[in-house]
Nanobody, 122 residues
Framework: QVQLVESGGGLVQAGGSLRLSCAAS????????MGWFRQAPGKEREFVAH????????YYAASVKGRFTISRDNGKNTVYLQMNSLKPEDTAVYYC???????????????WGQGTQVTVSS
């Protein structure tokens, strides 16, 4: 059974940092594109970042570029999202996803985690 499980969310003050983790199980994901998406209350889910299988290719949404860093450890089947200089508008449920295509479009991702809440207070 393929599973993606996010962790590391929580409450943080504006300007603070959090690191999210997404642990994959059920098969190896070393060849998959891994992505992070988020959904704020009352809004549609949006792309945050993705990373290629080797970790050498990354891409970020404009709203997080320069503040967030996506990385992966294929030995641990885990992908990370380091979030710095957090803003109240970063408050959302963060989801990790796995797929075969470099894309920002969520329907192209095959596997999803259950999400982890990030709340940034002002």
């Amino acid at each position: 059974q393929v599973q993606l499980v996010e962790s590391g969310g929580g409450l943080v003050q504006a300007g603070g940092s959090l690191r999210l983790s997404c642990a994959a199980s059920g098969r190896t994901f070393r060849s998959d594109v891994m992505g992070w998406f988020r959904q704020a209350p009352g809004k549609e889910r949006e792309f945050v970042a993705h990373i290629g299988g080797s970790g050498s290719i990354t891409y970020y949404a404009a709203s997080v570029k320069g503040r967030f860093t996506i990385s992966r450890d294929n030995g641990k089947n885990t992908v990370y999202l380091q979030m710095n200089s957090l803003k109240p508008e970063d408050t959302a449920v963060y989801y990790c996803a796995a797929g075969a295509v470099y894309t920002t479009v969520e329907r192209w991702y095959d596997y999803w985690g259950q999400g982890t809440q990030v709340t940034v207070s002002s």
